[in-house]
T-cell receptor, first 113, second 111 residues
Framework: NAGVMQNPRHLVRRRGQEARLRCSPMKGHSHVYWYRQLPEEGLKFMVYLQKENIIDESGMPKERFSAEFPKEGPSILRIQQVVRGDSAAYFC???????????FGPGTRLTVT | QKEVEQDPGPLSVPEGAIVSLNCTYSNSAFQYFMWYRQYSRKGPELLMYTYSSGNKEDGRFTAQVDKSSKYISLFIRDSQPSDSATYLCAMSSGNTGKLIFGQGTTLQVKP
């Protein structure tokens, strides 16, 4: 499968726990983006990363959220001490060098109980 | 005022109809325009990508950009029940990679 992969597809966490969402970009892509989709709302940009670099994190909440894209392995979106308001679909997208076309993964649906 | 405005619908049309979906935007820095299709509980699928004013055609889909009016459209010809989905417009200035999305329009094509 050469597409963007995300896991897990569904994640249930209790309030106060940590959530880790993983994203493997499309083969040959080196740019990764994370978006959040709340019920009845559109997609909202969170963060843009390249390998070992955060390029734009203007959409990330100031606390509890962090993202990384290490030299080896998938990109990780980490949410500490989750609250019910974090329940949403989190999508990862990737693009190739010099391209603005972003291709999305299937998403991770986070439910906080 | 939102940077990108899109009527959420829902829009219901009979099979075979021509569908017109639209977005307006306020930021003149936007240079790249995309349309995505999203089926329920799935990831967005890139349908069309344009970066200049005018029309771009791909099969039954035509994307139209009017930068002077800050208005973009997606036309679907000979619509099919399988086109029933939410259509999202997205745009960027090209400087940061960040896409700004419209709210999405829900389309239902009835057999």
């Amino acid at each position: 499968n050469a597409g963007v992969m995300q896991n897990p597809r569904h994640l249930v966490r209790r309030r106060g726990q940590e959530a880790r969402l993983r994203c493997s970009p499309m083969k040959g892509h080196s740019h990764v983006y994370w978006y959040r989709q709340l019920p009845e709302e559109g997609l909202k940009f969170m963060v843009y990363l390249q390998k070992e670099n955060i390029i734009d994190e203007s959409g990330m909440p100031k606390e509890r959220f962090s993202a990384e894209f290490p030299k080896e392995g998938p990109s990780i979106l980490r949410i500490q001490q989750v609250v019910r308001g974090d329940s949403a679909a989190y999508f990862c997208a990737s693009s190739g060098q010099g391209s603005d076309e972003q291709y999305f993964g299937p998403g991770t649906r986070l439910t906080v109980t | 005022q939102k940077e990108v405005e899109q009527d959420p619908g829902p829009l219901s049309v009979p099979e075979g109809a021509i569908v017109s979906l639209n977005c307006t935007y306020s930021n003149s820095a936007f240079q790249y325009f995309m349309w995505y299709r999203q089926y329920s509980r799935k990831g967005p699928e890139l349908l069309m990508y344009t970066y200049s004013s005018g029309n771009k055609e791909d099969g039954r889909f035509t994307a139209q950009v009017d930068k002077s009016s800050k208005y973009i459209s997606l036309f679907i010809r000979d619509s099919q029940p399988s086109d029933s989905a939410t259509y999202l417009c997205a745009m960027s200035s090209g400087n940061t990679g960040k896409l700004i999305f419209g709210q999405g329009t829900t389309l239902q094509v009835k057999p």
